[in-house]
């Protein structure tokens, strides 16, 4: 939530700096359209790494709660990262179906509160980062 909050911050101080910068005659760059969003490929590594933390204590019992408590903050910080990379390939898809800028976002508000969405966007937002759903340019090599 902290993290959530923070980028929401960030995101309320960067659209007030380039209003600003504007005002002063200058041109400054912006975020790239949030349906092209995509993270870096090894950044599912950390979630995976988070993964297995959680589950050491299974395989070493009694021995394990500092890494489960490790993987737990690591689960923590990289779902939210991929629920954003979620919600990015299903803005992605419903702005290429013309849908709406208001209706799109009220969809995407609306399913974030269903139990099962925000789960299922943050695997297809791990899943995004090595299949590229979108087809998006990689920018690697």
């Given at each position: 939530?902290?993290?959530?909050?923070?980028?929401?911050?960030?995101?309320?101080?960067?659209?007030?700096?380039?209003?600003?910068?504007?005002?002063?005659?200058?041109?400054?760059?912006?975020?790239?359209?949030?349906?092209?969003?995509?993270?870096?490929?090894?950044?599912?590594l950390?979630?995976?790494?988070?993964?297995?933390?959680?589950?050491?204590e299974?395989?070493?019992?009694?021995?394990?709660?500092?890494?489960?408590?490790?993987?737990?903050?690591?689960?923590?910080?990289?779902?939210?990262?991929?629920?954003?990379?979620?919600?990015?390939?299903?803005?992605?898809?419903?702005?290429?179906?013309e849908?709406?800028?208001?209706?799109?976002?009220?969809?995407?508000?609306?399913?974030?509160?269903?139990?099962?969405?925000?789960?299922l966007?943050?695997?297809?937002?791990v899943?995004?980062?090595?299949?590229?759903?979108?087809?998006?340019?990689?920018?690697?090599?």
């Open positions: 939530m902290a993290a959530v909050a923070s980028l929401g911050g960030s995101l309320v101080d960067m659209a007030l700096a380039r209003w600003l910068l504007r005002q002063l005659g200058e041109q400054p760059p912006c975020l790239p359209p949030f349906g092209t969003w995509r993270f870096p490929w090894y950044l599912a950390g979630f995976i790494a988070g993964q297995a933390l959680v589950l050491v299974r395989w070493w019992p009694g021995r394990g709660e500092a890494l489960q408590i490790t993987g737990h903050n690591l689960l923590l910080f990289f779902s939210t990262l991929f629920w954003v990379q979620g919600l990015a390939i299903v803005w992605f898809f419903l702005r290429r179906a849908l709406p800028r208001f209706a799109g976002l009220l969809l995407l508000g609306l399913a974030s509160t269903v139990p099962l969405v925000p789960g966007l943050k695997w297809a937002g899943l995004d980062v090595w299949f590229n759903f979108r087809r998006l340019p990689t920018g690697e090599g």
